[in-house]
């Protein structure tokens, strides 16, 4: 639950930047090789879209986004604590391992 709710604030407080990041990526190129290309910057793309569509329009679809990262770090967070889980009570892992670092000096040594 708290891996759900820690990407979907992440979502929508950086959904604006992602709005702006789609509208430099989706600029379309000149179908001929001769033509110039004049593509737009980000400073630009997000200056047209507040002119065009206000603050709001930095905004549009956040709602869905942030239901599907919910959905997707909650269960894959989930998961995770089922696995390990499954391993401590398979006996593969147990909570009392010693970590990398702290089996002492030379434990690692060939």
């Known amino acids: 639950m708290a ?9 929508a407080f950086t959904f604006s930047l992602d709005c702006v ?11 001929h090789a001769n033509e110039i290309i004049q593509k737009q910057g ?7 879209l507040w002119l065009t569509k206000g603050f709001w329009g930095l905004y549009a ?9 919910f959905l997707v770090s909650g269960s894959r967070f989930s998961s995770y604590e089922g696995v ?5 009570w398979s006996g593969l892992t147990s909570a ?15």
């Not at 891996?3 to 979502?11: L, Q």
């Not at 679809?61 to 990262?69: D, E, K, Y």
């Not at 390990?84 to 401590?88: E, I, Q, V, Y």
């Not at 009392?96 to 060939?110: L, N, R, T």
């Open 3 to 11: 891996g759900g709710c820690a990407s979907a604030t992440a979502w």
């Open 21 to 31: 990041r789609a509208g430099v990526q989706g600029q379309l190129i000149p179908p």
């Open 42 to 48: 980000a400073y630009h793309v997000l200056k047209n």
């Open 61 to 69: 679809g956040v709602g869905p986004s942030v239901a599907r990262a």
């Open 84 to 88: 390990l889980w499954l391993c401590r």
């Open 96 to 110: 009392g391992e010693s970590k990398v670092g702290e089996e002492g000096p030379g434990a690692c040594d060939d």
